[in-house]
């Protein structure tokens, strides 16, 4: 039976995260197919991807912040969203702002996946900073994108602890891990219509039939993954 979900992904990089929605989708995990990818890099990894899934893709110039080619990237994003039938918006490492009119065309349906336990360490370098700080908790975090970074409501996130030893790139990789994990269960509570927004509260309904933990006691994940 074909989805009736279609999601648009957007990617800066290599695109791990884009990789780890395409295989949800294939195997069923998630109730979804990726229809499009949109990358700001014409050299992103991510695009390399979508072509070997045979998954069409668009680079968009962005231009600086609020600039005329940032306004017409944002309405050229609808535009790509709109041709090819997306109902979800993943960001899954776009490292550019996304624009009131992706978030006014698709309300409540951008989603966001952040290497830090926000509202902790925002911005490009979570990882980084978390190390820097001395925290003994950071990890992962997904959440309904607004026009500020990192700042929309909260799905689930996934705690990892940090080590006396860590370094920004063994602590990164641990986190991306669960990254791999937690962004295809928040695609698919979407996909099953089960996330409703209350102010800045998340509510899944019903609640995580999972268990709190994971297989490997490398993270707290809440709420529970319901897959593995």
């Not at 989805?3 to 992904?9: I, S």
């Not at 231009?63 to 918006?89: M, Q, T, Y």
């Amino acid at each position: 039976m074909q989805p009736n979900l279609n999601l648009g992904v957007f990617a800066s990089g290599g695109g791990t995260n884009f990789q780890s929605i395409i295989d949800n989708c294939e195997t069923g995990t998630i109730d979804a197919r990726v229809a499009v990818l949109i990358s700001d890099r014409e050299d992103a990894g991510a695009r390399e991807r979508a072509a070997r899934h045979g998954i069409p893709s668009h680079v968009v110039r962005v231009g600086k912040d609020l600039s005329d080619e940032f306004f017409a990237a944002d309405r050229r994003h609808v535009e790509i969203l709109r041709e090819h039938d997306v109902d979800l918006v993943c960001l899954a490492g776009y490292m550019r702002r996304i624009g009131t009119a992706v978030l006014d065309g698709f309300p409540d349906a951008v989603l966001n996946i952040h290497p830090a336990i926000l509202p902790s360490f925002k911005g490009a370098h979570g990882q980084r900073d978390a190390v820097d700080y001395g925290v003994r908790i950071s990890g992962a975090t997904v959440h309904f994108a607004d026009e500020e970074f990192d700042r929309g409501p909260i799905i689930i996130q996934a705690a990892v602890p940090v080590t006396p030893d860590d370094t920004e790139e063994t602590l990164a990789a641990r986190i991306l891990e669960q990254e791999h994990r937690i962004y295809p269960q928040a695609i698919q509570w979407f996909a099953e219509e089960r996330l409703r927004i209350d102010d800045r509260r998340v509510i899944l309904d019903p609640p995580s039939r999972g268990s709190y933990g994971s297989r490997d006691s490398a993270a707290i994940i809440s709420p529970p993954l319901e897959f593995a």
